[in-house]
């Protein structure tokens, strides 16, 4: 049995799942906000970059000046930084009078009717991603909510459950 987070890094690296690790996928989301004159942005997100709720690299977070930039899962780590870094330089050209803001705290706000809320249209499914927002924003305040970030996403490769590591400790994927 596995016990600890340390045991288990020593039987990794002592096991064939070391080499496998490299093929899992990862993906990654970059949040920023749209910024127009020091403050945040308080146009919409333009049609030009497409549909917030339906593009698959191209979104909004919690604020409507919040972007989303998403890399698709993918292997080689390089293709996925040159994806992102093509996202980003796609969407400079498409904000015209407006600058990707490169810090994860938001610039000076006043307050938070300063920062907007995301705003999807009139379906269910933007209707339901406005309330959530909105609850957000009654739980957390919107300034929480504009600090932006990265998040790195991981998805172990499927080769990993038969890898020596998991036949070793006659584990199944359902107790990890």
Known sequence: MIDDVED????VFNSDAQDILAFGKF????ESLRVSQSTISRQKHQESMGS??????????????QLELITPPLI??????????NIHHFVSHKIEDEIIWPFSMPPFIKSDADIPIASYGSSNLALLKMAYRNGLSHRYGRTM???SGIHFNYSLPKQIWKSSLFRQEKAVSKKL
């Not at 288990?8 to 039987?11: N, V």
């Not at 993906?27 to 970059?30: L, Q, R, T, V, W």
């Not at 080689?76 to 870094?85: R, S």
């Open 27 to 30: 993906g990654i989301e970059k």
């Open 52 to 65: 917030p709720l339906c593009h698959r690299y191209i979104t909004t977070d919690f604020s409507e000046a």
């Open 76 to 85: 080689d780590k390089q293709t996925g930084l040159n994806f992102l870094e």
């Open 8 to 11: 288990l890094t020593k039987k």
């Open 145 to 147: 909510q504009a600090i």
